[in-house]
Nanobody
Framework: QVQLVESGGGLVQPGGSLRLSCAASGDILVIDIMGWYRQAPGKGRELVAT???????NYVDSVKGRFTISRDNAKNTVYLQMNRLKAEDTAVYYC????????????????WGQGTQVTISS
């Protein structure tokens, strides 16, 4: 199980911005896909955005034009820049990685972060 440490959540007013970070620990050579999911109260977990090792990005329609996902492969870190936040963006945000190759040659499926709360409220 890969270890993922998330940061950057918090409380912000509508229209504000937040930046989430998620760092994977270990001697990792490559992570195939890094992404963010979210779960609002009373709802299921949904995909927010993913980014492949080559930089291909995918977003859920509700965040297109407002959120930007990026990654730093040297740091095994994925970011989610969230702008023009809305009340409906309130949720616990989870980092997820898929396809982790370690320098030892071991390859694992991936894993989830612990989640970070994002609350949009005036």
């Amino acid at each position: 199980q890969v270890q993922l440490v998330e940061s950057g959540g918090g409380l912000v007013q509508p229209g504000g911005s937040l930046r989430l970070s998620c760092a994977a620990s270990g001697d990792i050579l490559v992570i195939d896909i890094m992404g963010w999911y979210r779960q609002a109260p009373g709802k299921g977990r949904e995909l927010v955005a993913t980014i492949g090792s080559g930089g291909t990005r995918n977003y859920v329609d509700s965040v297109k034009g407002r959120f930007t996902i990026s990654r730093d492969n040297a740091k095994n870190t994925v970011y989610l820049q969230m702008n023009r936040l809305k009340a409906e963006d309130t949720a616990v945000y989870y980092c997820k990685v898929d396809g982790v190759l370690y320098s030892t040659g071991v390859r694992i499926r991936g894993g989830w972060g612990q989640g970070t709360q994002v609350t949009i409220s005036s």
